[in-house]
């Protein structure tokens, strides 16, 4: 299982349209890519879910773990939620 922790970048967080940007390249591929908030119980939300992602309620420098049994699913998806996406 391969795992990265990155910080939010987009200034107002993982709202919709990160969220959904975010969903869209997780629904690429074929393994579950998982988020973590940092600080929330270890719970796991899918990445392919733009719902499931705002309802981590991640702010802008909130520590995120990507996880998958994809390495690279894990960077293109911690890639996307270092940037800002609503920039």
């Given amino acids: 299982m391969a795992s990265k922790t990155v910080k939010v970048g987009s200034s107002v967080g993982l709202h919709a349209r ?5 969903a869209e390249a997780a ?3 074929d393994e579950d890519i998982f988020l973590t908030l940092a ?3 270890d719970e ?3 990445a392919a879910s733009s719902l499931m992602i705002m309802a981590l ?3 802008q420098g909130d520590e995120v ?3 998958s049994e994809n390495a ?3 960077e293109k998806i ?3 939620i270092e940037k800002d996406l609503d920039a």
């Fill in 65 to 67: 773990t990507v996880t």
């Fill in 78 to 80: 911690a890639a996307l």
């Fill in 44 to 46: 796991e939300t899918d």
């Fill in 27 to 29: 629904s690429e591929f």
């Fill in 57 to 59: 309620g991640a702010e």
């Fill in 72 to 74: 690279d699913a894990v």
């Fill in 39 to 41: 600080g929330e119980d």
């Fill in 18 to 22: 990160p969220a959904t940007v975010i």
